[in-house]
């Protein structure tokens, strides 16, 4: 990889000092990030810098301005709070040279930086219920931080993001013009996700019937966007602020579900998919001991659907993606969005199966 762009990027912001070291970092599904040094040799200051992917994202700049006022809004909630060690419990941003939250280089690319939080780690895998229960804990503490955001609700980066109706119309359309010929191999997940048209079907009429309220809420929940101390493995921080919106907490619960309630891996198509129960039992009690007093009735009664409803979305954009010719979500290897889309979709039976059992967790928390 050339990695000049983003050298000459990491000097474009307010960092410690000289930038002394630049490297990749991580392994997101859209995004480029970097580790970068600055700063004094003696004292080095890490930092995690982002080349923003503008296909996905058509307004960086307005993207950058929400994270930027999240992660301020964040920090406020934490020091009301006197937390000590609040630059590892929300992200902090690093200024431009000219003071704005995003750096925009000569070839049109948007950069952003933010401090880099040490001692800390994702998980792709969720291994145990202890893990389960920080990640769950991270993202409902961020739920209630931000249910305080003052002003407007930040807009949707992606247009019709949670737009499950346009999700579906899109999976027919790139099924029906098969511009890479791969739907022959897809007939079964295109038929499965047909039948299981009917989740969507339930979040609308409770929209509709104004059982969900909208709130601000971080729309990417997953495992691997919650950041864990790697000593002691208490969940730190929510990372990845692009999709934060109006919406409902159907989404982020989901994405929590999705993500932590089984230990095969996001696109792994061949293990048997299992939902965990001690897993699913850790996410929905932490969630709910954190952020259950800020959620009405209808919210609680409807939480049931949302590991269902995400999986069955994540599955069909991996699917829509994979028919696409994997113009979305990056792909390390060929057939990967397809063995995505399985994974999900078996993981997404096994959820429906375990709607009664998550009932039954959701009125035990509630009832603690
Ligand atoms: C993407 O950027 P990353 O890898 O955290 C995607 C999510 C999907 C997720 C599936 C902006 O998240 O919506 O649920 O992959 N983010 C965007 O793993 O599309
Ligand atoms: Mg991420």
């Not at 419990?89 to 401090?115: C, K, M, N, Q, S």
């Not at 800020?294 to 949302?306: C, D, K, N, T, V």
Request: hydrophobic share 45%.
């Amino acid at each position: 990889m050339n990695f000049s762009p983003a050298v000459a990027a990491a000097r474009h912001f307010r960092m410690a000092g000289d930038v002394a070291t630049v490297q990749p970092l991580g392994a997101g599904h859209i995004h480029d990030s970097f580790l970068v040094t600055a700063g004094p040799e003696t004292g080095p200051v890490r930092y995690v810098l982002q080349r923003v992917n503008s296909a996905v994202l058509p307004d960086p700049a307005t993207v950058a301005e929400t994270v930027a006022r999240v992660a301020a809004h964040q920090h406020r909630v934490l020091a009301r709070a006197g937390c000590a060690d609040a630059h590892r419990r929300a992200l902090t941003v690093v200024e431009a040279d000219d003071g704005r939250p995003f750096h925009l280089d000569a070839e049109g690319r948007h950069w952003r930086a933010f401090l880099h939080i040490g001692g800390a780690r994702s998980h792709r895998r969720v291994e145990s219920p202890a893990l389960a229960a920080e990640v769950a804990r991270v993202a409902a503490r961020f739920l209630v931080e931000v249910a305080e955001l003052p002003g407007r609700p930040p807009p949707e980066a992606i247009p019709g993001f949670r737009d499950f109706r346009a999700r579906q119309a899109m999976l027919e359309e790139v099924a029906a013009a098969d511009a890479r010929g791969r739907r022959a191999e897809c007939g079964a997940e295109l038929d499965a996700l047909r039948s299981l048209g009917f989740l969507v079907d339930e979040l609308e009429r409770a929209r509709e019937a104004g059982l969900l309220p909208e709130r601000v809420v971080h729309n990417d929940a997953k495992a691997d966007n919650v950041l864990v101390d790697e000593v002691t493995g208490e969940g730190l921080c929510m990372v990845d602020l692009d999709t934060v919106a109006s919406g409902t907490v159907l989404f982020d619960v989901g994405d929590l579900v999705r993500s932590a309630t089984t230990t095969v891996a996001e696109d792994d198509a061949d293990a048997p998919t299992v939902v965990r129960r001690d897993h699913l039992q850790a996410v929905v009690s932490a969630y709910l001991t954190t952020a259950g007093p800020l959620l009405g009735p209808g919210e609680r009664a409807l939480l049931p659907l949302a590991g269902p409803l995400m999986t069955y979305e994540a599955a069909l954009r991996f699917l829509a993606d994979h028919l696409a010719g994997d113009a979305y979500f990056r792909v390390a290897r060929p057939g990967q969005n397809l063995d995505r889309a399985r994974a999900q979709l078996r993981l997404l039976h096994a959820l429906v199966d375990a709607r009664e059992a998550t009932a039954e967790l959701v009125a035990g928390a509630s009832a603690e």
